[in-house]
């Protein structure tokens, strides 16, 4: 019943986001559907303003530069291009610019070598003669410093473009593994520590990955909207946060769906820690309506690390887990290979 609902509010969320998406004539690219359901989803009131101010057939690049500006990371994954292409033109600029500076010092070897050839064959020489080869030589060795210096500056302006290009890299990829709305890590975020539990040189025993979803968030999304949910939802994180210890992993991952990789946990500890996470949710949130106060449920499935030979198998074994738990409210957790355990 609950799965229903959620994908009822799902369709009913996707449906809102198509249909104002055609209104305005937008390309159907995969970023303008974030664009467009963090605006109308997400907890972003000033993307909103934006988005719905927009008018009918906006440009892409309009589309683009408002991506951007709000960091969603589909819109940030096309900075590195950008960066990329100024690094080849900065790498063109270096080989140009020594290029000229090798000729200049050419160019100074052959007069050194021309005046003092001619000071040597000319014995007859006087002091003048003597002074126009030398103002000869260092007219030519200034203008082999003028484009060593040229060269230095450019050098040092590169390298600083350079930092300064991976130090935007590094914000884009972090913006890309954040959840905007708690500033978790994201889905991208979870798939990565994942892939190091499986890594070469990792050791993913007693590990355990728990996925957990707050199941009253579709009736709360129909009853008061989505801000009220918003604010569920960054309320829990907050505790979640608070509940995980140093060595411990925690992502939003969905809506109302959180992730959390437990490093030293084996089948004895997936009931304490799932009754754990349940209390810190029961003891600290409540929500306040308007008929009263009402708790905030959580249903919890795990899978271990000794029991799944990839990431994928690893998350599709919780995932399943979480699925019977769902279909069961009165679990406390359901673990993947049994050790359910059921509220009294």
Request: net charge neutral; proline share 3%; aromatic share 4%.
């Amino acid at each position: 019943m609950a799965a229903e609902a959620s994908r009822t509010v799902q369709d009913r969320s996707l449906q809102a986001v198509v249909q104002l998406m055609a209104k305005l004539d937008v390309s159907g690219l995969p970023r303008n559907y974030e664009l467009f359901h963090e605006a109308l989803l997400g907890g972003d009131p000033a993307l909103s303003r934006e988005v719905l101010a927009l008018t009918a057939g906006p440009s892409q690049t309009v589309l683009d530069e408002m991506g951007l500006r709000h960091q969603l990371p589909a819109f940030v994954a096309l900075m590195p291009v950008r960066g990329r292409d100024q690094e080849i033109k900065l790498l063109l600029e270096l080989r140009d610019k020594m290029a000229s500076g090798v000729a200049q010092k050419k160019g100074f070897s052959r007069v050194l070598e021309t005046v003092a050839r001619s000071l040597r064959q000319d014995s007859t020489a006087g002091p003048e003669d003597i002074l126009a080869e030398i103002e000869y030589l260092s007219v030519s060795l200034s203008d082999a410093v003028v484009a060593e210096t040229e060269l230095e500056a450019i050098l040092r302006s590169g390298a600083d473009r350079l930092v300064k290009a991976e130090r935007e890299a590094s914000v884009a990829r972090s913006v890309t593994l954040r959840d905007r709305l708690t500033s978790l890590p994201n889905h991208a975020a979870l798939a990565e520590r994942l892939e190091a539990l499986y890594g070469v040189d990792a050791d993913s025993r007693d590990t355990a990955l728990f996925m957990v979803t707050i199941t009253d968030l579709p009736h709360f999304a129909r009853t008061y909207g989505d801000p009220a949910v918003n604010r569920i939802v960054k309320k829990a994180a907050s505790i979640f946060r608070k509940a995980i210890k140093k060595n411990d992993f925690l992502a939003r991952i969905g809506k109302g769906d959180f992730a959390f990789v437990f490093r030293d946990v084996g089948r004895d500890s997936v009931q304490p820690i799932a009754e754990r996470l349940i209390a810190s949710i029961t003891d600290n949130l409540v929500f306040a309506a308007s008929d009263g106060t009402s708790g905030i449920g959580l249903s919890v499935g795990a899978a271990l690390t000794a029991d799944a030979f990839s990431p994928q198998e690893l998350r599709l074994q919780a995932g399943t887990a979480l699925e019977t738990a769902k279909a069961n409210p009165r679990l406390i957790v359901a673990v993947h290979g049994g050790g359910q355990k059921r509220t009294s």
